[in-house]
Structure formats: structure tokens, C-alpha cells
């Protein structure tokens, strides 16, 4: 898929540039040596570790990230979890616009096809498996939308159902339930030492933040039921607040720079929904040590349950967005009444967990951080763990020989 990355462009433009560097894209140079149009754009400066990372470019950061994980094992019967390196989200894009159904499933089939008949999966019929799908839950539940013509059934599909598949957004209302499990997006940010990261965490903790709040997106005016404008209106009348427009053919918004310049000078990013519930620039905000403002709990709250600290209140704010459609709050004065010692607090909690968000350079290693795939990797063999223990408890079928006890574990 990696190598048939031209056939993506149009849909995803310059993907090949997007795929390159074990998925990162291309690095942001410094942008001390580069003209006003640079991605860096000043937000970077003597910062290691940026790229122009595709929002949906998952699949191939975590399988580069897999191959140097240092607990694989050849031996299978000794594993605590199978890897399944399925690039569904690139699949998607291969296949999505101006193909059949059958077309768009294909792949997918063939992979739960081949996948049952391995005796891998004979031993817990796939509950011991997990792959990554890059993009959100709704894009691979094609049966279950309105409309027909959008996604793949990968998650639909029997097999499949029983692995654990990693996405960037869960179709799950409640956490923990489904096999599908939310995981961070990728933001520009992908240190390649513990240095990197402190360092980071060290700019962000010091930075001035003139902005009291700060927005970018754009309106979605045919989205009626989009709060969008609304926060839109409000952050124009407001002297504390600066909106940067994602307009069609506006490009501040495409460039790295200017979006984390924005946030690492803004003490509360606004986060409404998208094209979803959740928004890549959640973490983008986080990475910079903005606390997010969420309107809807899909955003965040009943997402990311590996990565995101479950008292949502240590590192967020919530405003409703019922409240907003209608003109019963004012964000400006609900952010204002917080205390500066808890907008403190929250802003330290932001930098506390701001390494488990990131994704780090799959061709270094980490010593003692662990990044947002060491948590992942955690969390499934948390899982696979658990449904093995109340399987045996349960009488379930799939029980293992004295080699459960040799299993593999994340540093």
C-alpha cells in the first residue's frame, strides 16, 4: 500500500510525501532558515522531532513503531497478543471513491479469511489479536450509516469482531465496550529522545500566553446542527480570544506552525466537533500545553480511556453545547470565573500527560518516557489479558496451556 502510495493523491494529496519517514512526512525544517511560507513558522524554533504528519497516517507510524518493540517474540504460543499489521485505514483510501461495495471490502475479507485459518487464531479465535485502523470507527462500520456509499464493514465483519482494532475515534457511547478502542491522532510533534520531550515540556510550561482562548476551524455552515458559528461569533467579540479561519483556500490552516504558534500562546483551545466527534486538534492543543475546551463528552470523555485521565476535570473544561445553540453562556465569562490556581493545575496536568499523547520517531527509542504507543500497546495486553482470565474462569473455550504464563509485556 505504502509503495502505491500516487494512487492516493487526489484524495489525499502529496501522499507519498505524507508516507515517507516510517509515516511521520516530511520534517519541518527549522524555521529560522526558511521564508514566511514555511511550515515551521516560528512555533518550532530549535526544536527537534516535527513533521507534517498526515492526520490519518496511523497504520504506518505504529507498524514502524511494532518492529522495534523490543518484547516481540517468533514464538506465537508464547505471545501475549498477535499484531496484525493491516493497513485498513490506507485501504480505505485506496478504495473509497469510485469503487463498488465489493471493492471496498475486499481486502478486508481476504484478510479475515486468511486470518481464521492460522492457528494463531484457532487458539482464542482471534480474541488474542489487534491491528490498527487509522482513522475513526465510522469509517469501517459501513451497514450501520445512512449512507451506503461511505467505508469498508471491517468492523462488521465476524471475525473481526472479535480482535481488538485501534482507531483514532471509537464508535463506543460507553468506555471499554466493542472491539474497537480510541486512540490518540498523530500531531506534528514525534520526539526521538527523553531530551526532546522534556525539553518540550519545559517550552510549553514557560510559554507567554497572551490569548485567553483561541479557535481553529472552520464554520461548517450547512452543518445546522454545528455550534460552530456560534463560537465563531463569539470569539470575534471577544478582545481575549483569536479565531484562526479554516475556510476553503485559506492555508494557515494546513500549516503546522501557525496552529502551534496559536495554541502554545493560548491558555484555552476551543474544541467543538468536526467532520466528528473528536478533532486531531484536541491533541495538537494538548501538545502544546493549551487545556481543551470540549462542547460534546464523545470528544474526549468517552474516548482515549488509555491515555486521558478519567476525572476529565483535571485537564479539560466542559461547556454544553446545548447551552451555547442557544445563548445561555458566554465561553469568555465561564473561562474567566475558573481560578487561576485550577487553570494551573489543569495546565500542569496537560504537560503530565502531554507525552502519552505523542507518537515517537519509530527509528529512536525512548528510555524510561512512554509515548502514546507504549500506552496502546499496554492497554491491549491489558485487555486480551482480562477476556482470557474470564474466559477460563467463564469455561470459555479458548484455553491456554502453561504457556499463558510466558507472555510478553511494554516497558
Known amino acids: 500500500m505504502l509503495s502505491g502510495c500516487a494512487n492516493l493523491e487526489g484524495q489525499w494529496p502529496d501522499m507519498c510525501k505524507q508516507v515517507s519517514n516510517a509515516g511521520l512526512g516530511e520534517p519541518l525544517l527549522d524555521p529560522d532558515q526558511l521564508d514566511g511560507e514555511a511550515p515551521g513558522g516560528g512555533a ?46 490506507f485501504e480505505f483510501s485506496l478504495h473509497q471513491w469510485g469503487y463498488d461495495e465489493a471493492t471496498r471490502d475486499a481486502a478486508s475479507r481476504d484478510l479475515a479469511s486468511w486470518l481464521t485459518s492460522r492457528p494463531e487464531w484457532r487458539r482464542a479465535s482471534g480474541r488474542e489479536h489487534f491491528l490498527v485502523a487509522g482513522r475513526t470507527a465510522w469509517d469501517f462500520q459501513r451497514d450501520t450509516m445512512n449512507i451506503s456509499v461511505w467505508g469498508t464493514n471491517l468492523l462488521l465483519l465476524d471475525a473481526v469482531k472479535n480482535m481488538t482494532v485501534l482507531v483514532i475515534e471509537s464508535s463506543t457511547s460507553v468506555m471499554g465496550g466493542g472491539s474497537d ?13 527523553d531530551a526532546d520531550v522534556l525539553d518540550w515540556q519545559r517550552r510549553i510550561r514557560s510559554a507567554d500566553r497572551p490569548w485567553l482562548m483561541s479557535f481553529v476551524g472552520a464554520p461548517r ?11 465563531i ?68 470523555y468517552l474516548q482515549y480511556k488509555w491515555h486521558l485521565p478519567s476525572d476529565h476535570t483535571r485537564y479539560s473544561v466542559f461547556i454544553t453545547e446545548d447551552d451555547v445553540r442557544a445563548g445561555n453562556v458566554s465561553i469568555e465569562e465561564t473561562l474567566r470565573r475558573i481560578p487561576p490556581a485550577a487553570v494551573r493545575e489543569m495546565q500542569e496536568e496537560v504537560i503530565r500527560i502531554m507525552p502519552g499523547l505523542v507518537y515517537a520517531d519509530p527509528r529512536y527509542t525512548l528510555e524510561t518516557v512512554k509515548d502514546a504507543f507504549d500506552l496502546a500497546v499496554e492497554g491491549v495486553l491489558k485487555k486480551v489479558a482480562e477476556t482470557r482470565s474470564a ?21
Open 44 to 89: 518550532l524554533t530549535n526544536s527537534s522531532g516535527w513533521y507534517a504528519t498526515q492526520q490519518f497516517g496511523l497504520d504506518a507510524i505504529f507498524h514502524a513503531r511494532m518492529r522495534r518493540y523490543e518484547c516481540l517474540t517468533n514464538d506465537s504460543s508464547a505471545a501475549a497478543a498477535v499484531f496484525v499489521p493491516f493497513y485498513a485505514g
Open 181 to 193: 478502542m480510541a486512540v490518540p491522532y498523530p500531531t506534528y510533534f514525534h520526539p526521538r529522545t
Open 221 to 231: 455552515p450547512r452543518e445546522w446542527q454545528s455550534i460552530r458559528p456560534d463560537i
Open 233 to 300: 461569533d463569539q470569539c470575534a467579540a471577544s478582545s481575549a480570544c483569536r479565531h484562526l479561519g479554516c475556510a476553503s483556500g485559506e492555508k494557515q490552516c494546513h500549516t503546522p506552525g501557525e496552529i502551534m504558534r496559536l495554541f502554545r500562546s493560548s491558555t484555552f483551545c476551543l474544541q467543538p466537533r468536526g467532520d466528528s466527534a473528536t478533532r486531531r486538534s484536541a491533541f495538537d492543543a494538548m501538545v502544546a500545553g493549551c487545556v481543551p475546551v470540549f462542547f460534546h463528552p464523545r470528544s474526549a
Open 391 to 411: 474466559e477460563l474462569l467463564g469455561g470459555g473455550v479458548a484455553r491456554h496451556s502453561s504457556s499463558q504464563d510466558n507472555t510478553i509485556s511494554s516497558k
